[in-house]
T-cell receptor, first 113, second 113 residues
Framework: AQSVTQLGSHVSVSEGALVLLRCNYS??????LFWYVQYPNQGLQLLLK??????LVKGINGFEAEFKKSETSFHLTKPSAHMSDAAEYFC???????????FGEGTQLTVNP | KAGVTQTPRYLIKTRGQQVTLSCSPI?????VSWYQQTPGQGLQFLFE???????NKGNFPGRFSGRQFSNSRSEMNVSTLELGDSALYLC????????????FGPGTRLTVT
Protein backbone atom coordinates (compact mmCIF):
# COMPACT_ATOMS: atom_id res chain seq x y z
CA ALA A 1 0.00 0.00 0.00
CA GLN A 2 1.18 3.50 -0.70
CA SER A 3 1.30 6.39 1.75
CA VAL A 4 2.48 9.96 1.92
CA THR A 5 3.97 11.94 4.80
CA GLN A 6 4.24 15.70 4.80
CA LEU A 7 6.68 17.04 7.35
CA GLY A 8 5.38 20.16 9.04
CA SER A 9 1.69 20.93 9.20
CA HIS A 10 2.50 24.67 9.25
CA VAL A 11 5.30 26.49 7.44
CA SER A 12 5.84 30.23 7.69
CA VAL A 13 8.13 32.23 5.38
CA SER A 14 8.75 35.86 4.59
CA GLU A 15 7.74 37.31 1.26
CA GLY A 16 10.63 36.80 -1.17
CA ALA A 17 12.11 33.88 0.79
CA LEU A 18 12.54 30.30 -0.39
CA VAL A 19 9.56 28.01 0.03
CA LEU A 20 10.31 24.36 0.86
CA LEU A 21 7.48 21.95 1.58
CA ARG A 22 8.49 18.38 2.36
CA CYS A 23 6.87 15.19 1.13
CA ASN A 24 8.01 11.60 1.57
CA TYR A 25 6.21 8.67 0.04
CA SER A 26 6.06 4.98 0.63
CA UNK A 27 5.38 2.74 -2.30
CA UNK A 28 6.37 -0.74 -3.38
CA UNK A 29 6.13 0.18 -7.05
CA UNK A 30 7.16 3.30 -9.00
CA UNK A 31 4.68 5.97 -8.02
CA UNK A 32 2.94 8.81 -9.70
CA LEU A 33 3.30 11.86 -7.45
CA PHE A 34 1.33 15.07 -7.36
CA TRP A 35 1.26 18.38 -5.54
CA TYR A 36 -2.03 20.20 -5.13
CA VAL A 37 -2.86 23.59 -3.62
CA GLN A 38 -6.10 24.53 -1.90
CA TYR A 39 -7.21 28.08 -1.25
CA PRO A 40 -9.90 28.77 1.37
CA ASN A 41 -13.35 27.55 0.39
CA GLN A 42 -12.11 26.12 -2.88
CA GLY A 43 -11.29 22.75 -4.35
CA LEU A 44 -7.82 21.45 -5.13
CA GLN A 45 -5.70 22.81 -7.96
CA LEU A 46 -2.92 20.74 -9.48
CA LEU A 47 0.51 22.39 -9.19
CA LEU A 48 2.61 19.67 -10.80
CA LYS A 49 2.99 15.93 -11.28
CA UNK A 50 5.76 13.35 -11.56
CA UNK A 51 5.22 10.45 -13.92
CA UNK A 52 8.84 9.22 -14.42
CA UNK A 53 9.59 11.34 -17.50
CA UNK A 54 11.96 13.67 -15.60
CA UNK A 55 13.05 13.85 -11.98
CA LEU A 56 12.82 17.65 -11.81
CA VAL A 57 9.29 18.74 -12.48
CA LYS A 58 8.22 22.31 -13.10
CA GLY A 59 4.71 23.40 -12.30
CA ILE A 60 2.53 26.44 -12.31
CA ASN A 61 3.13 29.67 -10.40
CA GLY A 62 6.91 29.13 -10.23
CA PHE A 63 6.78 25.92 -8.21
CA GLU A 64 8.94 22.89 -8.90
CA ALA A 65 9.61 19.55 -7.26
CA GLU A 66 12.39 16.99 -7.49
CA PHE A 67 11.77 13.25 -7.33
CA LYS A 68 14.51 11.49 -5.35
CA LYS A 69 14.04 7.75 -5.38
CA SER A 70 16.91 7.09 -2.95
CA GLU A 71 15.29 9.37 -0.39
CA THR A 72 11.68 8.50 -1.36
CA SER A 73 11.04 12.23 -1.42
CA PHE A 74 9.20 14.70 -3.62
CA HIS A 75 9.74 18.08 -1.97
CA LEU A 76 8.07 21.21 -3.36
CA THR A 77 10.08 24.41 -3.75
CA LYS A 78 9.69 27.96 -4.97
CA PRO A 79 12.64 30.37 -5.02
CA SER A 80 10.73 33.45 -3.91
CA ALA A 81 7.47 33.40 -1.95
CA HIS A 82 4.62 35.72 -2.83
CA MET A 83 1.74 36.72 -0.60
CA SER A 84 -0.64 34.95 -2.98
CA ASP A 85 1.12 31.62 -2.26
CA ALA A 86 -0.49 31.48 1.19
CA ALA A 87 -2.67 28.35 1.07
CA GLU A 88 -2.71 24.69 2.04
CA TYR A 89 -0.58 22.32 0.02
CA PHE A 90 -1.12 18.59 -0.40
CA CYS A 91 1.21 15.93 -1.68
CA UNK A 92 -0.47 12.87 -3.19
CA UNK A 93 0.56 9.50 -4.58
CA UNK A 94 -1.09 7.10 -6.96
CA UNK A 95 0.14 3.65 -7.89
CA UNK A 96 -2.87 1.45 -8.35
CA UNK A 97 -4.93 1.26 -11.47
CA UNK A 98 -7.58 3.86 -11.77
CA UNK A 99 -7.57 7.35 -10.40
CA UNK A 100 -7.44 6.87 -6.62
CA UNK A 101 -5.14 9.37 -4.89
CA UNK A 102 -3.68 8.97 -1.40
CA PHE A 103 -3.05 12.37 0.16
CA GLY A 104 -0.68 13.60 2.82
CA GLU A 105 -1.94 15.52 5.81
CA GLY A 106 -1.35 18.88 4.18
CA THR A 107 0.94 21.81 4.95
CA GLN A 108 -0.47 25.25 5.65
CA LEU A 109 1.85 27.87 4.16
CA THR A 110 1.83 31.37 5.64
CA VAL A 111 3.67 34.19 3.87
CA ASN A 112 4.59 37.17 6.04
CA PRO A 113 5.08 40.63 4.54
CA LYS B 1 -13.52 24.13 -21.43
CA ALA B 2 -15.82 24.22 -18.43
CA GLY B 3 -14.43 22.86 -15.17
CA VAL B 4 -15.86 20.37 -12.73
CA THR B 5 -19.10 21.57 -11.19
CA GLN B 6 -20.67 20.39 -7.97
CA THR B 7 -24.14 21.09 -6.65
CA PRO B 8 -25.19 22.21 -4.20
CA ARG B 9 -22.27 24.17 -2.78
CA TYR B 10 -23.64 24.23 0.74
CA LEU B 11 -26.07 21.95 2.51
CA ILE B 12 -27.41 21.67 6.03
CA LYS B 13 -29.09 18.45 7.09
CA THR B 14 -30.31 16.86 10.29
CA ARG B 15 -29.05 13.60 11.78
CA GLY B 16 -30.85 10.61 10.32
CA GLN B 17 -31.68 12.29 7.02
CA GLN B 18 -30.18 11.36 3.71
CA VAL B 19 -28.47 13.56 1.15
CA THR B 20 -27.54 13.42 -2.53
CA LEU B 21 -24.65 15.37 -3.98
CA SER B 22 -24.06 15.90 -7.67
CA CYS B 23 -20.93 16.24 -9.78
CA SER B 24 -20.59 17.12 -13.46
CA PRO B 25 -17.13 16.26 -14.82
CA ILE B 26 -15.15 17.99 -17.53
CA UNK B 27 -16.43 17.13 -20.97
CA UNK B 28 -14.77 13.97 -22.26
CA UNK B 29 -13.71 12.72 -18.84
CA UNK B 30 -15.01 9.26 -18.01
CA UNK B 31 -13.68 8.94 -14.47
CA VAL B 32 -15.21 10.61 -11.44
CA SER B 33 -13.77 10.21 -7.96
CA TRP B 34 -15.17 11.41 -4.66
CA TYR B 35 -13.22 12.49 -1.59
CA GLN B 36 -14.23 13.54 1.90
CA GLN B 37 -12.22 16.30 3.57
CA THR B 38 -12.39 16.91 7.32
CA PRO B 39 -10.02 18.72 9.71
CA GLY B 40 -9.41 15.52 11.67
CA GLN B 41 -9.06 12.92 8.93
CA GLY B 42 -7.83 15.05 6.05
CA LEU B 43 -8.61 13.99 2.49
CA GLN B 44 -9.99 10.49 2.21
CA PHE B 45 -10.98 8.61 -0.91
CA LEU B 46 -14.59 7.47 -1.08
CA PHE B 47 -14.95 5.81 -4.48
CA GLU B 48 -14.27 6.12 -8.19
CA UNK B 49 -16.59 5.53 -11.10
CA UNK B 50 -15.41 4.90 -14.62
CA UNK B 51 -17.83 4.43 -17.49
CA UNK B 52 -20.73 3.90 -15.09
CA UNK B 53 -18.91 1.19 -13.09
CA UNK B 54 -17.42 1.53 -9.64
CA UNK B 55 -13.72 0.89 -10.14
CA ASN B 56 -12.30 1.64 -6.69
CA LYS B 57 -13.77 1.96 -3.24
CA GLY B 58 -12.38 3.47 -0.06
CA ASN B 59 -12.92 2.40 3.49
CA PHE B 60 -16.29 3.98 4.23
CA PRO B 61 -19.47 2.37 5.56
CA GLY B 62 -22.22 1.25 3.26
CA ARG B 63 -24.22 4.41 4.07
CA PHE B 64 -22.03 6.07 1.45
CA SER B 65 -22.92 5.11 -2.09
CA GLY B 66 -22.61 6.53 -5.54
CA ARG B 67 -23.45 6.08 -9.15
CA GLN B 68 -22.49 7.39 -12.54
CA PHE B 69 -24.71 8.08 -15.48
CA SER B 70 -24.09 7.53 -19.17
CA ASN B 71 -23.10 11.19 -19.60
CA SER B 72 -20.43 10.68 -16.87
CA ARG B 73 -22.24 12.84 -14.34
CA SER B 74 -22.05 11.31 -10.90
CA GLU B 75 -24.01 11.42 -7.70
CA MET B 76 -23.11 10.33 -4.23
CA ASN B 77 -25.63 9.54 -1.55
CA VAL B 78 -25.24 9.39 2.19
CA SER B 79 -28.06 7.78 4.13
CA THR B 80 -28.81 8.03 7.83
CA LEU B 81 -26.58 11.03 8.32
CA GLU B 82 -24.37 11.27 11.40
CA LEU B 83 -22.73 14.34 12.90
CA GLY B 84 -19.36 12.98 11.79
CA ASP B 85 -20.44 13.17 8.16
CA SER B 86 -20.07 16.93 8.28
CA ALA B 87 -17.31 17.62 5.77
CA LEU B 88 -16.32 19.10 2.45
CA TYR B 89 -17.08 16.57 -0.28
CA LEU B 90 -14.89 16.95 -3.31
CA CYS B 91 -15.42 15.48 -6.72
CA UNK B 92 -12.61 15.04 -9.23
CA UNK B 93 -12.72 14.09 -12.87
CA UNK B 94 -10.07 12.66 -15.16
CA UNK B 95 -9.58 10.63 -18.30
CA UNK B 96 -9.02 7.63 -16.04
CA UNK B 97 -5.38 6.66 -16.54
CA UNK B 98 -3.08 6.52 -13.47
CA UNK B 99 -0.63 9.13 -14.77
CA UNK B 100 -3.27 11.64 -15.69
CA UNK B 101 -4.34 14.73 -13.84
CA UNK B 102 -7.42 14.82 -11.68
CA UNK B 103 -9.36 18.06 -11.81
CA PHE B 104 -11.28 18.95 -8.69
CA GLY B 105 -14.55 20.75 -8.29
CA PRO B 106 -15.15 23.42 -5.62
CA GLY B 107 -16.78 20.94 -3.29
CA THR B 108 -20.03 20.66 -1.40
CA ARG B 109 -19.91 21.74 2.23
CA LEU B 110 -22.25 19.44 4.19
CA THR B 111 -23.18 20.32 7.74
CA VAL B 112 -25.10 17.78 9.81
CA THR B 113 -26.88 19.10 12.91
Amino acid sequence: AQSVTQLGSHVSVSEGALVLLRCNYSSSVPPYLFWYVQYPNQGLQLLLKYTSAATLVKGINGFEAEFKKSETSFHLTKPSAHMSDAAEYFCAVRTTSGSRLTFGEGTQLTVNP
Amino acid sequence: KAGVTQTPRYLIKTRGQQVTLSCSPISGHRSVSWYQQTPGQGLQFLFEYFSETQRNKGNFPGRFSGRQFSNSRSEMNVSTLELGDSALYLCASSLGDPSGEQYFGPGTRLTVT
